[in-house]
């Protein structure tokens, strides 16, 4: 269980960071409010000052226009006289008014009162006044006159006393304001050295809780790259934040993933098997299609020799018994001659048919290119095709899969086949191979129609054949094996036809692929030896026997790996002779094993023979390290194996 956490690592962070930015907010808009407020009465006071001047100098206005009127009316008496004096009092009492709305203090309201009384008394004054005037009372009009000039000074000295006053309080809240500009600016000062402490925490903090941890979650990522997937180092991280929990469950992460990883290795490695399966049988298959094409063919190959063997052999048989003994060793010599060529031509057949395990060996591809056009020469030649075949004798060998090649080599000599008829009667296919630097290049070319779409030849299951005469998986096939021998196939519309070329890189055979068989000394006789053959072909036991009788060896003949069995576990044979595929529970490996377990001194002489060339060329039978003949064989083939190889 994981310790409990004494606090979240993320959320003190953003707490103080909260915390200090609340504080910052708050004694901003503080120091902020205050010089606001500061600005606003100086602001209001400004406005008054300038009410006061508007005041001041519109009763100064009004005293001088009562003046002139006074004067005007002494000199030309005017009945409207005191409408006059009414009107200029109503017209400078507006800004008395306007002053006396404003948020004045007692004193200054108590000072605009007495001047409002003071102008009304002048103007009283200045009615009595004009009046004397015209009644001639001068005595009166003087007296009248020192108590209007008494009240104009008092009005004036009224109006210096409300500017006095009004001047102080500008003083004063200018002073205020500089004092506010001074608070605000060591405020902002003070906010932006907190502001700096606070980074500079916060640096410290994130130093401490998050750079720190990060480093130790980069090691482990880099760990995890380094393909150390066990987790131990997880125990490394200390502290109960996130930073270490996330370490820890990158620990976990990795150990998951190595055990996914293993997980995931075996399926694609269990994919990768049924894959190659699947292209193997996907290989033979279609082998087995090619096959269908080349039947015809084979069936030539193999009819006319065994014609020629039966009609030479019922020759001979009469000549014998008409004891005509002319001509019958040429008769025999075709019989030799035609049951090799039905020999090679199951061979071919064999060798491409059979399904075998890829495995790369020292191979010349100028004859794989012959054994391959030997299976297709007969329907060339019956379809008036003409192949041209034009073959470097410079090529080297090279390191190949020579089935895979000849699958290869057929499919493209069968598109061109096909390609030709489709197109016309007759036709040519060209076949050369050239040695460039360090490449290898094979080409067909063919005169038939040419290729409708060059660039989606070898795309799987593409085909331009009508359906049932192509799978689209052949040229497919072509391109997969030529890349896996690291080479390139490319394919072209030329003039006449359709051209195919591939490059393969040269190597060279390795030692292991290339081994000299070793030199055995040839016995100086073999007579007197006693051998087992093991068949189950009556035929091929008895034309054994002969040919070992020949050699002076007596021969033990037997049909089965349990009768094999019975004898020499009471005799000693010097030579075991023993077919691969035989009748009964027991064939020839099995037989072979059996004696390496119970008679391992006749294991030193035993040679297989087979008709199933891709029996004698498996990894079991390389597993036995015994020679072996291939069936059919001649008299000399199986004296040499006979006296090189299984005596020695």
């Known amino acids: 269980m994981a310790p409990k956490k004494k606090g979240s690592l993320f959320r003190q962070l953003i707490l103080m960071l909260a915390l200090c930015l609340l504080g910052l907010i708050g004694a901003y808009g503080l120091v902020t409010f205050q010089f606001n407020e500061s600005s606003h009465n100086l602001q209001r006071e400004l406005e008054r000052h300038k009410a006061t001047v508007v005041l001041s100098h519109s009763l100064s206005q009004m005293v001088a226009e009562e003046r002139w009127l006074i004067l005007q009316q002494s000199q030309y008496p005017k009945p409207n006289f005191a409408q006059a004096l009414r009107d200029i009092s109503l017209a400078y009492d507006s800004p008395q008014l306007a002053f006396l709305k404003l948020n004045i203090s007692l004193d200054e309201r108590k000072i605009v009162e007495d001047i409002r009384i003071m102008e009304r008394q002048l103007m009283v004054k200045a009615l009595h006044l004009t009046h004397f005037i015209q009644t001639g009372n001068k005595e009166k009009a003087d007296r009248i006159f020192a108590e209007y000039q008494t009240l104009e000074n008092n009005l004036r000295t009224g109006l210096d006393q409300l500017n006095s006053l009004q001047s102080q309080k500008l003083e004063h809240l200018a002073q205020a304001q500089i004092r506010s500009s001074h608070t605000w600016l060591i405020s902002m000062l003070s906010l932006g050295l907190a502001g700096i402490l ?11 809780g998050f750079i720190r941890p990060l480093k130790g979650v980069m090691e482990a990522v880099n760990r995890i790259q380094q393909g150390d997937f066990s987790g131990a180092w997880a125990t490394d991280s200390a502290g109960q934040h996130e930073m270490a929990e996330l370490r820890t469950g990158i620990a976990y992460m990795a150990k998951s993933l190595s055990d996914l990883y293993g997980d995931l290795e075996r399926q694609v490695n269990v994919r990768t098997e049924e894959l190659n399966r699947a ?9 087995m299609s090619a096959m269908g094409q080349m039947v015809s063919g084979v069936a030539h190959e193999v009819n006319n020799p065994l014609t020629v063997i039966m009609g030479c052999a019922e020759l001979a048989k009469l000549k014998i018994q008409e004891h ?16 090799e060529r039905c020999k090679h031509t199951v061979s071919g057949l064999l060798k491409f048919s059979r399904k075998s395990a890829p495995a790369l060996t020292a191979c010349d591809l100028n004859q794989l290119i012959q054994d391959v056009v030997r299976l297709r020469l007969y329907e060339m030649t019956t379809t008036q095709i003409h192949l041209n075949l034009d073959l470097d004798p410079t090529v080297p060998s090279l390191t190949l899969d020579g089935h895979r090649i000849q699958q290869v080599i057929l499919n493209l000599i069968n598109n061109a086949i096909d390609a030709i008829r489709g197109h016309a009667e ?3 296919i060209f076949i050369t191979t050239r040695m460039e630097e360090n490449t290898i290049k094979l080409t067909i070319q063919d005169t038939g129609g040419g290729i409708r779409h060059p660039d989606r030849v070898f795309e799987p299951f593409f085909t331009t054949k009508e359906p049932g005469k192509g799978t689209g998986l052949g040229l497919s096939l072509c391109e997969q094996i030529v890349r896996e021998h690291g080479g390139l196939i490319r394919a072209k519309n030329v003039n006449k036809g359709a051209r195919f070329e591939v490059s393969l890189p040269r190597h060279q055979p390795t030692p292991t692929e290339v081994q000299a068989k070793p030199i055995r000394p040839v016995p100086a006789t073999v007579k007197g030896l006693n051998a087992l053959v093991v068949d189950d072909e009556t035929s091929i036991l008895e034309i054994q026997s002969v040919f070992l009788k020949r050699l002076g060896i007596s021969a033990t003949l037997v049909e089965s790996v349990e009768k094999a069995i019975e004898f020499v576990e009471k005799q000693n044979p010097d030579l075991i002779i023993c077919d691969i595929h035989l009748k009964g529970q027991m064939d020839g490996f099995g037989f072979f094993h059996w004696l390496e377990t119970h008679r391992p001194e006749l294991v030193r002489h035993f040679i297989f023979i087979s008709g199933d060339l891709v029996a004698l060329r498996s990894t079991k039978m390389e597993s036995t390290h015994c020679p072996y003949l291939q069936k059919p064989f001649t008299f000399q083939q199986f004296k040499q194996c006979i006296l090189e190889e299984a005596l020695a």
Not at 201 to 208: A, H
Not at 279 to 287: F, H
Not at 324 to 339: K, N
Request: overall charge negative; proline content about 3%; aromatic content about 6%.
């Open 324 to 339: 005509q003994l002319d001509g019958i060793l040429p008769m025999l010599d075709d019989i030799l001659d035609q049951a």
């Open 426 to 428: 007759s036709g040519e």
């Open 279 to 287: 292209q193997s049988q996907l290989l033979q298959a279609e082998k």
């Open 198 to 208: 606070v980074l500079v925490g916060v640096g410290f903090f994130l130093q401490i």
